[in-house]
């Protein structure tokens, strides 16, 4: 490369490896031949301390590359676990509803010729029939339709149901197994379910 720089002095230029650091005009002394030998070293020390900071940098550099890439595959991650517990609590919500339906449906499109009201009320659905049958052939019916007769918990069910009813219904009440000891179709007393 050609001369940068111009003294009178002291003529500096760029040297290849093989070349020294600087170049002088005139008689050199002892000093500055000893900084010609040592130039290449400087130079080599520089170089190696740009390296070793370019290293530091790019092993930073990747440290935070791995972090971050960890953190948004922890975050995928949680994303995956939520979309697959909606999922599954979707698919649980449509297979109630379509169990729901199909309850519905299995008394709409039952073979009796009778007039059906289907009700909905606090979460439950209540079928009232026209149909004459005895108390074990309506509960027949109910079960087979997966459902059974109804069990009063309260009085304000016990209201509604009263107001509903314009004619005689059964209920899940009986005293088969002991005269005048009144049980629900789940095996409980009257006097247990505090409804009379």
């Known amino acids: 490369m050609d001369l940068m720089y111009e003294n009178p002095g002291v003529i500096l230029s760029t040297v290849a490896s093989d070349e020294n650091c600087s170049q002088f005009k005139g008689n050199s002394t002892k000093k500055q031949e000893a900084d010609q030998e040592v130039c290449p070293s400087k130079c080599t020390k520089v170089l190696l301390i740009i390296l070793s900071v370019s290293l530091v940098l790019a092993i930073g550099g990747l440290c935070v590359l791995g972090i971050l890439y960890i953190n948004v595959s922890m975050q995928l991650s949680a994303q995956e676990t939520t979309s697959t517990i909606m999922t599954a609590e979707l698919t649980d919500n449509y297979t109630r509803v379509r169990e729901q339906l199909s309850f519905y449906k299995a008394f709409t499109a039952q073979s009796l010729n009778c007039e059906m009201i289907l009700t909905a009320w606090g979460g439950t659905l209540y079928f009232f029939s026209s149909h004459k049958l005895n108390w074990s052939s309506s509960r027949?019916?109910?079960?087979?339709?997966?459902?059974?007769?109804?069990?009063?918990?309260s009085q304000s069910e016990q209201m509604f149901l009263i107001?509903?009813?314009k004619e005689s219904h059964w209920i899940g009440l009986n005293d088969l197994d002991t005269e005048g000891r009144w049980v629900w179709v789940n095996n409980q007393t009257l006097t247990e379910t505090g409804v009379q």
């Not at 027949?140 to 918990?153: E, H, P, Q, Y």
């Open 163 to 165: 107001s509903k009813i």
């Open 140 to 153: 027949a019916f109910c079960v087979s339709k997966g459902a059974d007769l109804v069990i009063i918990t």
